[in-house]
Nanobody
Framework: QVQLVESGGGLVQAGGSLTLSCAASGINFAFNVMGWYRQAPGKQRELVATKTPGGITNYADSVKGRFTISRDNAKNTVHLQMNSLKPEDTADYYC????????????WGQGTQVTVSS
């Protein structure tokens, strides 16, 4: 059974920092692109950041320079360090795992809420 369990969300003031974590089980972590996506109320889910098993990263323009994605292939975990948070970063954040190359299967965590107050 595949599980992606997120943690670390919460309420933070603008300019503050949070670190999200995702623990993966039931997948071959080393063959999966791990990523973070977010969905704000009334908006579509959007890419935040991804990282391949080999370390190639991709970031949304809106978070470049502020967020950092990291993964620990030995512990099957992926993290998102979020600095200089803005109110527009407020959203539910979801961990994602997709098989490198084919993109499927594609798995999602249950989400963790991040609220940034102004």
């Amino acid at each position: 059974q595949v599980q992606l369990v997120e943690s670390g969300g919460g309420l933070v003031q603008a300019g503050g920092s949070l670190t999200l974590s995702c623990a993966a089980s039931g997948i071959n972590f080393a063959f999966n692109v791990m990523g973070w996506y977010r969905q704000a109320p009334g908006k579509q889910r959007e890419l935040v950041a991804t990282k391949t098993p080999g370390g190639i990263t991709n970031y949304a323009d809106s978070v470049k320079g502020r967020f950092t994605i990291s993964r620990d292939n030995a512990k099957n975990t992926v993290h998102l360090q979020m600095n200089s948070l803005k109110p527009e970063d407020t959203a539910d954040y979801y961990c994602n795992a997709r098989r490198i190359g084919t993109g499927t299967p594609n798995y999602w965590g249950q989400g963790t809420q991040v609220t940034v107050s102004s």
